[in-house]
């Protein structure tokens, strides 16, 4: 019996998607909460450099800990996924590691630091047949896909213009020295500051933006440190506004700061009216098209809106936490159904690319960037 039981068990772990972690700070925590929504996947072992975070955090996960990169690398097989969530100044030295080995990649965002080691990166993986992903995995998610779908319908008609904003308060004065993730990991306020908002925080709205137009192919833009004295000495911007003109026409208007007050609106302008979600931090946020009409000799567009909706079952859905309702392990998932089923990732190489080069042109320095690689839109999700 046990021993019927235990080939069960090596059969169900046969059939599930592996994945394993290096790097065990505050976000690897909302990947394990993620992670924990998608029985089809294993987390098969976790790394960190410092043993103590290491330790901690495999026990409160009961995970593998492996005391080593190489010995974690050891156990991987060639369908099976690294997700890369170190320190931004990592990312580079740790992703290329993981792509010598043979293995493909999730990486946290920023991909890198500099647009020479993404052009590093992404020719690294296209030379050995890997895939290279980058955060956030929330344009895989509901209210992402299903405000692409709606723009593909043609629901507002012609898209003119664009306004994404994600600005996130006066971060410098809130009590970020108190948060700490489920394992006790504290929020990273050093890196999070040095590295700079819009690094850190403008892919949760450019990489919609790209999965639904294409290619940037010119940058306009302005950032400045307006907030001198946080901690920490990088100089960092803590505001970016820019205008990002696309291959397919439509302009948008991006706003990153940590001094504005919280607004995480994305709206789309078209011929016949507005597609707008109001929290792009959460996956199931509303996707409304407040249509334009006329009244009287005014023009109006309707305060309500309609709510779009998805035509089926999306996706997995992960409770709020903290200032956040996203699943974390989305782009993961893809990345494995697509080996699973022989298919192209939805989150290809040159999409990594593409939004590690716009974000640098967006984080300055100020002025005007020809952007130089090319990404082609997203395919839409079924049930979006």
């Known amino acids: 019996m046990m021993q019927a039981e235990g080939k069960e068990n090596s059969s169900r772990e046969a059939r599930l ?41 495999a026990a409160h996960w009961g995970v593998v800990a492996e005391p080593t990169l190489a010995a974690l690398l050891a156990r991987l097989g060639p369908d099976d996924v690294v997700l890369n969530l170190t320190n931004p100044s990592a990312h580079y030295a740790v992703s290329r590691a993981c792509l010598e080995a043979g293995h493909h990649v999730w990486c946290e965002k920023p991909l890198t630091l500099e647009r020479s080691q993404a052009c590093a990166l992404h020719d690294l993986a296209e030379a050995r047949g890997l895939m290279l992903a980058s955060a956030p995995s929330s344009v895989l998610g509901e209210a992402a896909q299903v405000l692409i779908g709606a723009v593909r319908r043609g629901v507002a008609g012609t898209p003119r213009l664009i306004y994404a904003e994600m600005d ?5 004065q809130a009590p970020y020295a108190k948060w700490q993730s489920e394992s006790g990991a ?90 707008q979600v109001r929290e792009v931090w959460n996956n199931a946020a509303a996707v409304r098209f407040h249509r334009r009409f006329t009244l009287r000799r005014r023009l109006i567009e309707h305060p309500f809106g309609r709510r779009i909706r998805a035509r089926g079952p999306s996706h997995p859905k992960v409770g709020r936490w903290g200032a956040a309702s996203m699943n ?25 690319l593409h ?4 974000t640098l042109a967006l984080q300055g320095p100020s002025g005007v960037v020809e952007i130089e690689s090319r990404c082609a839109p997203m395919e839409v999700a079924t049930w979006a």
């Open 186 to 275: 504290p929020w990273p306020h050093a890196d999070e500051f040095a590295v700079g908002c819009t690094l850190e925080h403008a892919g949760y709205v450019l990489s919609w933006l790209i999965a639904m137009f294409g290619s940037v192919t010119r940058v306009v833009s302005a950032s400045a440190e307006v907030i001198p004295d946080k901690p920490g000495d990088a100089h960092a911007p803590d505001v970016s506004v820019s205008t990002l003109h696309f291959e397919t026409g439509p302009m948008a208007r991006l706003t990153c700061s940590i001094v504005a007050s919280h607004d995480h609106r994305l709206r789309v302008f078209g011929d016949k009216g507005v597609l």
């Open 328 to 352: 974390f392990a989305l782009g993961p998932a893809e990345m494995l159904a697509a080996l699973a089923e022989g298919r192209a990732c939805r989150l290809t190489n040159a999409m990594a």
């Open 17 to 57: 998607g592996r994945v394993a972690l290096v790097g065990c700070g505050f976000v690897a925590d909302l990947y394990m909460r993620s992670l924990a929504a998608h029985p089809e996947i294993a987390v098969i072992a976790v790394h960190d450099h410092d043993p103590a975070r290491l330790a901690a955090f």
């Open 355 to 358: 939004l590690t080069e716009v």
């Open 168 to 172: 996130d308060g006066f971060i410098p």
